[in-house]
């Protein structure tokens, strides 16, 4: 993991990014301010399929800062769990404190404040996929938002997250790709329950069932026309429930198709399988088509990705 040390801190970043260059472009770059002491942690890295995931230990009260850089994608949000001690995280003018087996959303490219008083386990989930669905848009609303822990589903979140931070070490990478997509699913589950109930209640339904509709047809034609003719609206109707969520319906489609071709080609179980059937199987025919959507997307080619995610993380690392 590379550290630097600052006359204001440590700057730490690699704990979630196994790319993560020297200085500050990386992801997953903080900087921790520790009272004059020399920071000291134990960093254990996971990977969950397409989530990153690390176990950060201490004994020292510590602040963590956000940095600024331009490699944080935007909409990227991390889900911290607190496994012993107590933090508190400040962002979107909230402040929220946590206890064990309490989690929060927070979004790391929007400024960030997160403190832990004294001894600390802390189980932090890098969450990527976010942006390629409309409903994520609400995440803002819940960031730092301590208020979300009373839902039933956040309840149910939370357990699983603990469960999942125990097993972690003992998880092979074809239960952890699962569990990935679990947590993902999880998360999702919460927002849709956050954002009830609201002024547009009936569009928000329906904007659900249009959603899952797309989901469960991905690998069919499915163009506006046909979309609003399944839940008996207007083309027009459709697209404007689609403004309402900042992106055209064609380009949730396009995403939610990249976004599964993505987990396939992170999934182990599926490599034999080339890139282009893997594409093929989620609408995306054309091969070279699907190549620049993908680099578009991700900025990757996806035999980049498909060699980078599915390569094995790192040891333990523990900074002195």
Same mark, same amino acid.
Not at 194 to 204: K, Q
């Given at each position: 993991?590379?550290?630097?040390?600052?006359?204001?801190?440590?700057?730490?970043?690699?704990?979630?990014?196994?790319?993560?260059?020297?200085?500050?472009?990386?992801?997953?770059?903080?900087?921790?301010?520790?009272?004059?002491?020399?920071?000291?942690?134990?960093?254990?890295?996971?990977?969950?399929?397409?989530?990153?995931?690390?176990?950060?230990?201490?004994?020292?009260?510590?602040?963590?800062?956000?940095?600024? +850089?331009?490699?944080?994608?935007?909409?990227?949000?991390?889900?911290?769990?607190?496994?012993?001690?107590h933090a508190w995280l400040e962002q979107d003018g909230r402040l929220a404190s946590l206890s064990p087996g309490e989690f929060t959303l927070y979004c790391g490219s929007r400024p960030f404040r997160l403190e832990f008083d004294g001894p600390y386990r802390y189980f932090l989930i890098r969450i990527a996929a976010i942006?390629?669905?409309?409903?994520?848009?609400?995440?803002?609303?819940?960031?730092?938002?301590?208020?979300?822990?009373?839902?039933? +589903?956040?309840?149910?979140?939370?357990?699983?997250?603990?469960?999942?931070?125990?097993?972690?070490?003992?998880?092979?990478?074809?239960?952890? @790709?699962?569990?990935?997509? @679990?947590?993902?699913?999880?998360?999702?589950?919460?927002?849709?329950? +956050?954002?009830?109930?609201?002024?547009?209640?009936?569009?928000?339904?329906?904007?659900?069932?249009?959603?899952? @509709?797309?989901?469960?047809?991905?690998?069919?034609?499915?163009?506006?026309?046909?979309?609003?003719?399944?839940? @008996?609206? +207007?083309?027009?109707?459709?697209?404007?429930?689609?403004?309402?969520?900042?992106?055209?319906?064609?380009?949730?489609?396009?995403?939610?198709?990249?976004?599964?071709?993505?987990?396939?080609?992170?999934?182990?179980?599926?490599?034999?399988?080339?890139?282009?059937?893997?594409?093929?199987?989620?609408?995306?025919?054309?091969?070279?088509?699907?190549?620049?959507?993908?680099?578009?997307?991700?900025?990757?080619?996806?035999?980049?990705?498909?060699?980078?995610?599915?390569?094995s993380p790192g040891e333990i690392v523990r900074h002195r």
């Amino acid at each position: 993991m590379p550290y630097e040390q600052r006359p204001d801190g440590t700057l730490v970043y690699g704990y979630l990014d196994p790319a993560a260059r020297p200085g500050t472009h990386a992801s997953d770059a903080v900087l921790v301010r520790d009272e004059g002491q020399v920071y000291q942690a134990e960093m254990r890295p996971y990977r969950f399929g397409l989530l990153g995931a690390c176990e950060i230990a201490g004994e020292q009260r510590v602040r963590v800062n956000s940095l600024r +850089s331009t490699a944080v994608p935007e909409g990227e949000h991390l889900l911290g769990l607190v496994r012993y001690g107590h933090a508190w995280l400040e962002q979107d003018g909230r402040l929220a404190s946590l206890s064990p087996g309490e989690f929060t959303l927070y979004c790391g490219s929007r400024p960030f404040r997160l403190e832990f008083d004294g001894p600390y386990r802390y189980f932090l989930i890098r969450i990527a996929a976010i942006p390629a669905d409309p409903l994520f848009g609400t995440a803002r609303g819940v960031t730092a938002n301590h208020e979300i822990l009373r839902l039933p +589903s956040a309840r149910i979140l939370a357990a699983m997250l603990m469960e999942l931070a125990d097993q972690a070490p003992e998880l092979g990478p074809l239960a952890g @790709h699962e569990l990935g997509h @679990h947590v993902t699913a999880m998360l999702r589950t919460v927002l849709c329950e +956050s954002s009830r109930p609201g002024p547009a209640g009936e569009g928000v339904s329906l904007l659900e069932r249009i959603l899952d @509709h797309i989901d469960r047809h991905l690998g069919d034609d499915l163009l506006p026309g046909t979309i609003a003719a399944a839940h @008996h609206v +207007s083309v027009r109707y459709l697209h404007k429930l689609f403004e309402q969520q900042g992106r055209p319906v064609s380009d949730h489609v396009r995403s939610r198709r990249l976004d599964r071709i993505r987990q396939d080609l992170a999934d182990p179980a599926l490599a034999g399988l080339p890139a282009q059937a893997v594409a093929g199987r989620w609408g995306i025919k054309d091969p070279s088509h699907f190549s620049k959507l993908f680099r578009a997307e991700y900025g990757i080619s996806p035999r980049e990705f498909r060699r980078e995610a599915t390569a094995s993380p790192g040891e333990i690392v523990r900074h002195r």
